[in-house]
């Protein structure tokens, strides 16, 4: 499977940016997807993940700012970052935990490319 992230970009800080994630291939299902960012000089952190079921989870730092989502029939995940700040700044790195293909084969633990979300003014 592939992972493609799009959406990234500059915003001033209380802006807003919306990342998706789409992952290609014969698949079946995916089950946890998930954000990570890694900002310069840090080590990756998880920002959120959601279950097949839609089950949510967050970093602290962006619960009440950040929204993840999923559309199971199109294999996206989205991130809604919303009244974002300076220390959002990061590459972003979508996940796909496990992943069933048609052939009834699995794969785990899939990793987009990053993409750059720049937060200043």
């Known amino acids: 499977v592939q992972l493609q992230a799009f959406g990234g970009g500059w915003v001033q800080p209380g802006g807003s940016l919306r990342l998706s994630c789409a992952a290609s291939?014969?698949?079946?299902?995916?089950?946890?997807m998930g954000w990570y960012r890694q900002a310069p000089g840090k080590q990756r952190e998880l920002v959120a993940t959601i279950s097949s079921s839609g089950r949510t989870k967050y970093v602290d730092s962006v619960k009440g700012r950040f929204t993840i989502s999923r559309d199971n029939a199109k294999n996206t995940v989205y991130l809604q970052m919303s009244t974002l700040k300076p220390e959002d700044t990061a590459v972003y790195y979508c996940?796909?935990?496990?992943?069933?293909?048609?052939?009834?084969?699995?794969?785990?633990?899939?990793w987009g490319q990053g993409t750059l979300v720049t937060v200043s003014s």
């Open positions: 291939g014969s698949i079946s299902s995916i089950n946890a």
């Open positions: 996940n796909a935990d496990r992943v069933y293909y048609t052939d009834y084969s699995w794969g785990s633990d899939y």
